[in-house]
């Protein structure tokens, strides 16, 4: 069965930087389009980076522009998002998620796989 799993989230003081991982296995990785959101206590999850398989057309939401970075190594099935510069509002937990569907959607990409999700707690 397909498994998203993430890894990297902790404790970061603001400023700070954090990797996080998501291993993927049981589907299709080089073709899938994959993003990282998050969701924060009391929030909607929100769409935080985007990369299609090709890693030509990235997407991230604005708060975050210039400060995160999405990246995927296809040999390794293994989808990045390394985070700098890191505030008291990226605080949320984390879920790498995939669109398995081949070819590239963009704003249209529907996920049907999600990982369980990684804590990232950044402190002031």
């Known amino acids: 069965q397909v498994q998203l799993v993430e890894s990297g989230g902790g404790l970061v003081q603001a400023g700070g930087s954090l990797r996080l991982s998501c291993a993927a296995s049981?589907?299709?990785?080089?073709?899938?389009?994959m993003a990282w959101f998050r969701q924060a206590p009391g929030k909607e999850r929100e769409l935080v980076a985007r990369i299609d398989p090709s890693s030509l057309n990235l997407k991230y939401v604005e708060s975050v522009k210039g400060r995160f970075t999405i990246s995927r190594d296809n040999a390794r099935n293994t989808v990045y998002l390394q985070m700098n510069i890191l505030k008291p509002e990226d605080t949320a937990v984390y879920y790498c998620a995939a669109d398995s569907r081949r070819g590239y959607y963009g704003d249209r990409s529907l996920y049907d796989f999600w990982g369980q999700g990684t804590q990232v707690t950044v402190s002031v």
């Open positions: 049981g589907l299709t990785f080089r073709s899938s389009t």
